[in-house]
């Protein structure tokens, strides 16, 4: 199939995009990396008057890491990440989960921003935000930029908490702890399709072995990313192994309500998840240094 007819603008600065964005609304879609977009315009599940072209924008090209933490901006391309050998000293989760994105063909071209205000459910990076605590950047026109948490972010499938006039300029994730353990676990039928449950899961053990800190963000286990809040608290303050890993999966895999669908069964979801979660803490938890 070839798209509907559309007018396409290619602005050159961010003031410029965001005036478009408030001039023409749902009327337009915002296109960078097209890994996503493209197939969807073929197919006719959208149909925008105008595309507006956002690759040319200085404003959100690259990313930096700091003090602060890591700042990316919307326009990173996931293979800017993958190649970076220092990523994973100050990002280990990320740098983990980048080489399960799609094929690197792909990540040539999918951006950091695409993937997250798609907001599809299997995607990886609305895991790593929920289990980073990570916040989106959001621009509009004439007025302050505005930051929104991950567990606000995700409204539902496909859908986020950027307004039609709004643009999703960049993400901030704060800086790595030193010492914490980390993992990043999915499953497909086939690498490089999207995932039929995942994780990613970051956790603390003080110098006793009592975990301190528990963070899992989940793929492909309900209409959004998810943060299996139950499981971590279910853990805080207990010690460490694979009693309280084995407990901490199977909270996490009670409280969930998986998408049935052609690609697998709620009930084989959350088995996934259960036996994921538990694979990851255990992970994670040899990778702690105690604090």
């Known amino acids: 199939m070839k798209p509907a007819a559309f007018d396409y603008i290619a602005p050159s600065s961010l003031e410029q995009a965001l005036e478009l964005l408030a001039r023409y609304g749902e009327d337009a879609k915002i296109i960078a990396g097209g890994q996503t977009l493209g197939p969807m315009l073929n197919m006719r599940m959208l149909t925008p008057?105008?595309?507006?072209?956002?690759?040319?924008?200085?404003?959100?090209?690259?990313?930096?890491?700091?003090?602060?933490?890591?700042?990316?901006?919307?326009?990173?391309?996931?293979?800017?990440?993958?190649?970076?050998?220092?990523?994973?000293?100050?990002?280990?989760?990320v740098a983990a989960a980048i080489p399960h994105i799609a094929h690197r063909a792909i990540r040539n071209r999918g951006t950091v921003g695409g993937s997250l205000a798609h907001a599809d459910p299997a995607a990886e990076w609305g895991a790593l935000v929920q289990a980073l605590d990570g916040e989106m950047i959001v621009a509009g026109h004439g007025v302050e930029q505005r930051t929104i948490a991950a567990d606000a972010f995700f409204d539902g499938l496909l859908t986020t908490a950027i307004e039609a006039d709004e643009l999703l300029v960049g993400v901030r994730l704060p800086p790595w702890r030193a010492g914490s353990g980390w993992s990043f676990r999915e499953f497909s039928r086939r690498h490089g399709d999207f995932a039929l449950a995942g994780v990613a899961c970051r956790l603390v053990l003080d110098a006793s072995g009592r975990c301190t800190e528990a963070a899992l963000g989940l793929i492909g286990l309900g209409d959004r990313p998810l943060r299996a809040r139950a499981a971590e608290a279910l853990m805080i303050g207990e010690p460490g192994g694979g009693e309280l890993y084995r407990a901490g999966a199977a909270r996490a895999?009670?409280?969930?309500?998986?998408?049935?669908?052609?690609?697998?069964?709620?009930?084989?979801?959350?088995?996934?998840?259960?036996?994921?979660?538990?694979?990851?803490?255990?992970?994670?938890?040899?990778?702690?240094?105690?604090?």
Request: glycine share 10%; charged share 25%; with cysteine.
């Open 49 to 93: 008057g105008v595309l507006v072209d956002i690759n040319a924008l200085p404003e959100l090209q690259g990313y930096r890491a700091g003090g602060g933490g890591l700042t990316l901006g919307a326009l990173t391309r996931q293979s800017s990440l993958e190649d970076d050998a220092g990523l994973a000293r100050v990002q280990p989760l």
């Open 253 to 291: 895999a009670q409280a969930l309500d998986p998408l049935d669908d052609i690609h697998a069964s709620a009930a084989f979801r959350r088995h996934l998840a259960r036996v994921l979660v538990e694979d990851a803490l255990t992970e994670a938890a040899q990778r702690c240094v105690a604090e």
